[in-house]
Nanobody, 124 residues
Framework: QVQLVESGGGLVQSGGSLRLSCTAS????????????MGWFRQVPGKEREFVAA????????YYTDSVKGRFTMSRSNVENTVTLQMNSLKPEDTAAYYC?????????????WGQGTQVTVSS
């Protein structure tokens, strides 16, 4: 019912910037849930998936993990059902596969739908 497609990953030097995008299909279905949330997670091989940021669609409120506050910004795009994650001042420890997610119940840290992921690599 909801499919997610991420884009914008790549290789960047430490201190550089990248912008990730995530578009969710099934918008009509999603809008029946007034409090749905879109989020970003990241995962390094051998480690658990880590919460990065979230945006609650109904009020635009955003949430970030401490390690990215002040460097990453999640926002709604002008394109329907699309969010972006602007990542500035990137560090090698930001290297990971980044996943977009949607939760129809408005939760911040638990999600029911996931994208395939996009790789972000930050070289030192």
């Amino acid at each position: 019912q909801v499919q997610l497609v991420e884009s914008g990953g790549g290789l960047v030097q430490s201190g550089g910037s990248l912008r990730l995008s995530c578009t969710a299909s099934g918008g009509t279905f999603m809008r029946t849930f007034s409090r749905y949330t879109m989020g970003w997670f990241r995962q390094v091989p051998g480690k658990e998936r880590e919460f990065v940021a979230a945006l609650r669609w109904s009020d635009g409120n955003t949430y970030y993990t401490d390690s990215v506050k002040g460097r990453f910004t999640m926002s709604r795009s002008n394109v329907e059902n699309t969010v972006t994650l602007q990542m500035n001042s990137l560090k090698p420890e930001d290297t990971a596969a980044y996943y977009c997610a949607v939760d129809l119940l408005g939760r911040i840290y638990e999600y029911g739908y996931w994208g395939q992921g996009t790789q972000v690599t930050v070289s030192s």
